[in-house]
Each structure stands twice: as structure tokens, then as C-alpha cells.
């Protein structure tokens, strides 16, 4: 997510709100950046976050009756309030695919506000 930062008068890194897709971190969360972000190619609304060893499982243990169970779907929500909250409505699942993936599906709203943008 970019962010504007300031110290004082002068600007340490200036960048445009506007673009979630541009970069997705939650380095301060968890420690390290994701693995991949890609666009989905047949929809422009759609982004996956990849992460092949997810750090909320390594401390999880699943029993074998419940192996289907992703609990990285805690950082799925935890991502789904971070983008809902800065202005990027969007819907967030955690998926097994390449480790694990967290699909996001922004709102319509966000993609025609991204377009506009990129028409001025």
C-alpha cells in the first residue's frame, strides 16, 4: 500500500495513495514481504498475494482430519480490514495454490476510480 510520509518541511518518500496494486506489504505484520503479487489475467479486479511458507503456519499444527484448513485465512481478514479501511473495499480469501495465495477481489468502485485516475 503507498503511503505519504513527511519529517518536518522536507518529504522522506512521496507517493500516490491511489494505487493498491503497485505494492502490498506486511512487512511490519509479519517480518518479510510476500513472495509474488500478480494480477489475475482475465480480470482486472482480481490480485493474488503468494506466499509459499506463511508465517502464521509454521506455528499452527492441523489435525489430519481438518488438512483442508488454511489458517493463514486470519491474514486474509487481516488484509481484507487494512485495504476496506484505507478506501480500497475489497474481499479477501486464503487459498492452497504455490503454498499459500490470498485472492483479492477489489470492488467495483475501486477499479473505475483507478481508471479515471489514469485518464487524467
Not at 5 to 18: H, N, Q, V, W
Not at 46 to 64: F, H, R
Not at 84 to 111: Q, R, Y
Amino acid at each position: 500500500m503507498d503511503a505519504r510520509f513527511t519529517r518536518g518541511k522536507s518529504a522522506i518518500l512521496e507517493r500516490s495513495l491511489t494505487r493498491p496494486k503497485t505494492d502490498i506489504s506486511l512487512s511490519a505484520l509479519f517480518g518479510k514481504e510476500a513472495d509474488k503479487l500478480e494480477q489475475a489475467n482475465d480480470d482486472d479486479k482480481t490480485y493474488y498475494i503468494i506466499e509459499k511458507e506463511p508465517l502464521i503456519n509454521t506455528y499452527i499444527s492441523v489435525p489430519k482430519e481438518n488438512s483442508t484448513l488454511n489458517c493463514a485465512s486470519f491474514t486474509a481478514g487481516i488484509v481484507e480490514a487494512m485495504l476496506t479501511c484505507s478506501g480500497f473495499p475489497a474481499k479477501v480469501t486464503a487459498h492452497w495454490h504455490k503454498g499459500t495465495t490470498l485472492m483479492i477481489k477489489f470492488d467495483e468502485s475501486v477499479i473505475a476510480r483507478d481508471k479515471a485516475l489514469d485518464g487524467r
